[in-house]
């Protein structure tokens, strides 16, 4: 496949979405299983079907033209006489993002759920409008959620969104295209492949244990937690003085103590200071049901802020 006809292919149905009005709030993945479980032989009956439910659907329900390419870029596949998208389109406000279909059990799926939208919340409330971001990275982007919300914020900055997964950066790249952000994308886990330092990063980690190690989901070690820890301490290391590390995601939490937090107190480098908050006290709690959480009572979101403190020997550089 020509990577253009993708790319080209999907910006094409993001305009479509945008131009009808289209909207689709994601829930979990055990809420969408529970949905579409009510009646397991329905079709889509309208685009939030076929792009939100992940719906099979007859091939009239869309332009012949836009079925044409994506049919041809290789996202529609066939199924009794019925067809089924292989992406997904959520909205977070007025913005549309192309991302996996339900169910993302490949190991390079991109995901998108209600862990994006409080990912924008955080950093909406963290982020001024008037701060003196001159570079800005992305950790992890998957499908550049992050540096869509971050951009309204920091207009002028430099965008550096990085993610071990191709699919991820593909849909990144076709995401902030059609939000007109101007970014630059590059390949690798964490900021291991960034070059010079920065005044902002971002992310929002994988953080749930995952026997398969699928990229966007699995954590590590720590209860998932020790890709969170990974990615705040190679961040702060590369963060200029005055800089802000933005770290939402999900930690383990047992016999009461947030063992990620308290690992980032005793872990971060010298002049970095710590503020850390739950977003909400309990996520995704069908996962207490499996052997890797037999001791965690509770997942709880967080929002970690790590600020780098200004040398006063120093020059703003």
Request: hydrophobic share 45%; aromatic share 6%.
């Amino acid at each position: 496949m020509i990577p253009d006809t993708a790319d080209t292919a999907l910006s094409g149905l993001l305009s479509h979405l945008q131009s009808v009005g289209y909207r689709f709030v994601t829930p979990t993945p055990e809420t969408h299983r529970r949905v579409t479980g009510r009646d397991p032989a329905a079709a889509a009956r309208d685009l939030r079907g076929i792009f939100g439910w992940t719906l099979p659907f007859a091939q009239d329900l869309l332009p012949s033209a836009l079925f044409d390419r994506l049919l041809a870029a290789g996202f529609l596949d066939g199924e009794a006489g019925l067809c089924r998208s292989r992406v997904r389109v959520s909205s977070l406000g007025d913005r549309l993002f192309v991302h996996s279909a339900y169910p993302t059990t490949a190991p390079d799926a991109v995901f998108f759920g209600p862990d994006s939208y409080r990912f924008a919340r955080f950093l909406e409330a963290e982020i001024a409008p008037d701060a003196p971001v001159r570079r800005l990275v992305d950790i992890g982007t998957g499908a550049g959620v992050g540096a869509i919300v971050a951009a309204a914020l920091v207009p002028g900055a430099r965008l550096t969104l990085t993610d071990i997964n191709p699919l991820a950066l593909r849909f990144a790249r076709i995401n902030t295209r059609h939000a007109g952000v101007e970014v630059e994308l590059v390949e690798g886990s964490g900021v291991g492949g960034i070059e010079g330092g920065f005044d902002l990063a971002i992310a929002n980690p994988p953080f749930i244990v995952d026997p398969a190690q699928r990229a966007y989901r699995d954590g590590g070690a720590m209860h998932g937690g020790a890709l969170s820890l990974e990615w705040a301490l190679a961040a702060a290391r590369k963060l200029r003085p005055g800089g802000r590390i933005l770290l939402y995601t999900g930690s383990a939490i047992v016999d009461g103590v947030d063992r990620l937090e308290a690992s980032l107190r005793e872990s971060l480098p010298a002049g970095c200071s710590l503020r850390c908050a739950e977003i909400d006290p309990d996520i995704f709690g069908e996962e207490l049901d499996k052997a890797g959480y037999r001791d965690v009572e509770r997942i709880a979101a967080i929002g970690a802020v790590i600020t780098k403190a200004v040398d006063p020997g120093a020059g703003t550089g």
